[in-house]
T-cell receptor, first 114, second 115 residues
Framework: QKEVEQNSGPLSVPEGAIASLNCTYSDRGSQSFFWYRQYSGKSPELIMSIYSNGDKEDGRFTAQLNKASQYVSLLIRDSQPSDSATYLCAVNVYSGGGADGLTFGKGTHLIIQP | ETGVTQSPTHLIKTRGQQVTLRCSSQSGHNTVSWYQQALGQGPQFIFQYYREEENGRGNFPPRFSGLQFPNYSSELNVNALELDDSALYLC??????????????FGPGTRLLVL
């Protein structure tokens, strides 16, 4: 059973600070990892993808992956009120059989306080 | 904008009815995946199609079925609707075969309410 765990929050961060979002996954065969942002009533929007151990930076966002610890995180620097949303961690596993789709966590609700 | 569109945006049905939801993928994207997202939950994988063939399915009963067409459009059909089918239905397109583990881009979703 593939599982992706996230703290549901809410996580409250002051404007301009760093927001740190965490995710753990159960399947060691997981090979690709994604962070999506979802505003209330909207569909998920891709923020970052990461495939290899280490850090990947894109603007104010940094994704960190540690496959040994089965842990992936997202850092948001200089947090803005527009970053207030639910952040979904998603994992893709290729098990050698058919497609398994993305396995999502329940999401972390992030609130940036002005 | 992801270039993925879905219709309708909202739909109300009664228990026992059948529903068809539609998706238009990005041009050139050969893979389409469908997800169900209940309130307060992450999306759950329903099934995936690659070049008009189903190549993977999640833990959903056979009354959930789909089709993919050569023009990058696809359908999700749900028969014998149940109250628990009320959810946001999302389609996502990606470029190649699932083994490439490429990014999936989501459409705006169809919100289904079953009464």
């Amino acid at each position: 059973q593939k599982e992706v765990e996230q703290n549901s929050g809410p996580l409250s961060v002051p404007e301009g600070a760093i927001a740190s979002l965490n995710c753990t996954y159960s399947d060691r065969g997981s090979q690709s990892f994604f962070w999506y942002r979802q505003y209330s009533g909207k569909s998920p929007e891709l923020i970052m993808s990461i495939y290899s151990n280490g850090d990947k930076e894109d603007g104010r966002f940094t994704a960190q992956l540690n496959k040994a610890s089965q842990y992936v995180s997202l850092l948001i620097r200089d947090s803005q009120p527009s970053d207030s949303a639910t952040y979904l961690c998603a994992v893709n596993v290729y098990s050698g059989g058919g497609a398994d789709g993305l396995t999502f966590g329940k999401g972390t609700h992030l609130i940036i306080q002005p | 904008e992801t270039g993925v569109t879905q219709s309708p945006t909202h739909l109300i049905k009664t228990r026992g009815q059948q529903v068809t939801l539609r998706c238009s993928s990005q041009s050139g994207h050969n893979t389409v995946s469908w997800y169900q997202q209940a309130l307060g939950q992450g999306p759950q994988f329903i099934f995936q199609y690659y070049r008009e063939e189903e190549n993977g399915r999640g833990n959903f009963p056979p009354r959930f079925s789909g089709l993919q067409f050569p023009n990058y459009s696809s359908e999700l059909n749900v028969n014998a609707l149940e109250l628990d089918d009320s959810a946001l239905y999302l389609c996502a397109s990606s470029l190649g075969d699932y083994r490439l583990q490429e990014t999936q881009y989501f459409g705006p979703g169809t919100r289904l309410l079953v009464l």
